[in-house]
């Protein structure tokens, strides 16, 4: 699969960052990102789209891509700054905070999305689908993706009701009943729809 920095390196971009996060979808805990500046010439080497790969897949991947990075780094958001600002601010500060982490210098960023990060000094380029298309947007979602998935497993020791380490806060079935059951937890969102009577009655079904 070809890599969609291969063209930007032979046009003289060389330290280009992605970025991308996880967690807008979950119902608990923080959204997550990661920045990476790879080397010119890197492979995929199985580099992708985080969802794709299997948490073995993911964890080795993720020592890999830290190995090789020029530089990374990773931050976090938390439940109640979700609430306060909605998940779509929180997303892209948790990215901002991400690349401004970074001691590396920047060429061009790569951000997974629509949307460009505010308020960064440097030349962006969203890309719908990034973490499929470019090796670096695909690194960062790989080593956000698991760093947040180790943050839920640790919350799942204090809140073990839930099963955040099976679901990682996301809205199955299993995480549904439990918060009908229980009502929502100490890192449950607020402000996103927790659980409705009709959704209930779906997941009782099955």
């Avoid at 199955?172 to 659980?195: D, N, Q, V, Y």
């Amino acid at each position: 699969m070809a890599v969609y920095e291969t063209l930007l390196w032979k046009e003289g971009y060389t330290y280009i960052c992605g970025v991308d996060e996880v967690g807008r979808g979950p119902l608990a805990g923080p959204v997550t990102a990661a920045a990476v500046i790879l080397p010119i010439g890197t492979k995929r080497n199985g580099i992708s789209d985080s969802k794709l790969l299997t948490p073995k897949k993911r964890e080795e991947l993720a020592d890999h891509i830290k190995g090789i990075a020029i530089a990374w780094a990773i931050e976090s958001v938390d439940h109640e700054t979700i609430d306060e600002i909605n998940i779509l601010q929180a997303s892209l500060l948790a990215m901002r905070k991400a690349v401004l982490r970074l001691s590396a210098r920047i060429d061009l960023l790569l951000v997974d999305g629509r949307q460009a990060v505010p308020d960064l000094p440097f030349e962006q380029r969203p890309i719908v689908g990034g973490d499929g298309v470019s090796v670096a947007i695909g690194a960062a979602s790989i080593i956000a993706k698991v760093e947040r998935d180790r943050m839920m497993t640790e919350y799942n020791h204090e809140f073990p009701g839930y099963r955040f380490d099976r679901n990682k806060g996301y809205p199955t079935r299993e995480h549904r009943l439990a918060l009908h059951a229980r009502g929502p937890c100490t890192i449950h969102r607020k402000t996103f729809k927790l659980f409705s009577d009709a959704v209930i009655q779906e997941a009782l079904r099955f």
